[in-house]
């Protein structure tokens, strides 16, 4: 099985809201473009985050999912304010082929298990943000896009999803988020060798063995980034080069 | 034209959408007129066992699937659809499948990460499905459970994970894909067209 290589594109109404001035595209706004350009370049599945908070935005967001479903032929999953099995429904039939909740699912984990009998496992993702807790000697989950601390241990929380149906767990540090210091090794190691699903390991991505790192050490089966992409610091080509040269299985593309 | 059966079963758009960017005419449908004057009919599918052949038997459709294999219908079942070609599936046992394949479908072992989500890697025989595709391609997989104890000559291609696994299995015009060819990239793409060329073909033979 080839470790995964996961650029995320943050979307709001319909727009790429990081790193689009020095992606020189057609559009360079256009959310379909940049995961045309990604499809090319290699990455092997994408991530739309939609940050945006309107009804509004939210239809924009499916016909972003209905365009890139037409002209992309990687997976990809939509995350993003998504609480409901309606809204679930109308994300997959639009063409995404997995959706991630986050916030709902830790306000209400019944529609992780009811998300998972009704579209199968295999696409409903579970993202976790996590941030070190000194007083709890443990790391610990929030919600509301880092906002709220819930007191939830991120390692039982993850074993809990599992069982729910979750197919995936998206794993953001929060302590490595934004830093590009490297991935938080022990927190997604931690997580990895506690559950039995594939683990998504995210933040702190900023040099190609941060990448190997975190796919070796950390047991992560893929590894997302968001700015070293956009900001062409690294080409996702490269670093898959750079992973096959240190053993790791990639897909050649 | 091809017709990909719409049973409320999973992400169909996709397929569709790869047909079209390969160049081929396809329609969404659960109509039986329709799937019969079609030349090819996929069969889509996430999701469990045993709810998707009790949809398809609400429809009408799996009586009418086992009319068409009989008939020599050209048949693609995609990731579920290739399960629900056999016989029966561990995961919902009790129900039976379409029996176009014998053999059985098995959940993944449990040291194993269960879905197997991602690429992985595919080997095939000579087949005009996977003509311009090299041996080892990675295709992209989202399964618990594979087919096993398929016959050897139905083996068009195999993976392993944790265990080797059948990839793909062929029997006359009935096909079966274990990956999902619409998000396998450039080379998940080159098997629609030669599937789509397939179709064609038939239809200027006349068959």
């Known amino acids: 099985m080839a470790k995964r290589i996961i650029p995320c594109l943050d979307v709001k109404d319909g727009r790429v809201v990081k790193g689009i001035k020095f992606v020189d595209l057609k559009e360079a706004g256009d959310p379909v473009e940049l995961a045309r350009y990604y499809d090319q370049s290699g990455a092997d599945e994408l991530v739309f985050l939609d940050i945006t908070a309107s009804f509004e935005g939210r239809e924009t967001m499916l016909e972003v999912v209905r365009r890139t479903a037409r002209e992309v032929f990687i997976p990809f999953i939509v995350g993003g304010g998504i609480a409901s099995i309606d809204q679930i429904r109308n994300i997959l039939k639009a063409g995404a082929d997995k959706i991630s909740l986050n916030t709902p699912a830790v306000e209400n984990p019944a529609i992780v298990k009811e998300a998972a009998q009704v579209f199968g496992s295999q696409c409903i993702v579970v993202a976790i943000d996590a941030c070190w807790n000194e007083k709890m000697q443990d790391w610990e989950v929030y919600t509301h896009g880092g906002r709220n601390a819930v007191g939830l241990s991120a390692v039982d929380w993850a074993v809990r999803v599992e069982s729910l149906g979750a197919g995936e767990i998206l794993l953001t540090s929060m302590d490595a988020d934004g830093g590009q210091d490297g991935f938080d090794i022990p927190l997604t190691r931690a997580i990895s060798e506690k559950v039995n699903i594939p683990v998504i390991a995210s933040g702190g991505a900023g040099t190609m063995e941060h990448f190997s790192e975190v796919l070796k050490e950390g047991k992560a089966d893929a590894a997302l980034a968001a700015s070293v992409f956009h900001y062409r610091q690294l080409l996702v080509k490269d670093v898959k080069k750079y992973l096959s040269e240190q053993g790791l299985e990639v897909r050649e593309s | ?207």
């Open chain 2, 1 to 207: 034209m091809i017709a990909i059966v719409d049973y409320g079963m999973g992400n169909v758009t996709s397929v569709k959408n790869g047909f079209a960017y390969v160049g081929f005419d396809s329609v969404l449908t659960d109509d039986l007129d329709v799937l019969r004057r079609s030349r090819a009919i996929v069969l889509p599918g996430v999701g469990a066992f045993g709810s998707a052949i009790q949809e398809l038997a609400r429809k009408g459709l799996v009586d009418f699937l086992r009319e068409r294999e009989r008939q020599g219908t050209i048949i693609l079942g995609i990731c579920l659809g290739l399960q629900l070609m056999f016989e029966r599936s561990e995961e919902d046992p009790g129900i039976d499948g379409l029996k176009f394949f014998s053999g059985d479908v098995v959940r993944f072992p449990p040291n194993m990460k269960v879905p197997q989500i991602g690429w992985n890697r595919v080997n095939f025989r000579d087949e005009p499905l996977f003509r311009g595709i090299p041996q080892g391609t990675h295709f992209y997989f989202a399964n618990s459970y594979f087919a096993s104890g398929s016959r050897n000559e139905h083996l068009m291609a195999w993976g392993n994970y944790g265990v080797d696994f059948a990839a793909a299995v062929r029997k006359g015009n009935v096909f079966g894909l274990q990956f999902h060819p619409e998000k396998s990239g450039e080379m998940g793409l080159k098997l629609l067209l030669n599937f789509g060329r397939m179709v064609q073909d038939a239809d200027h033979t006349g068959n």
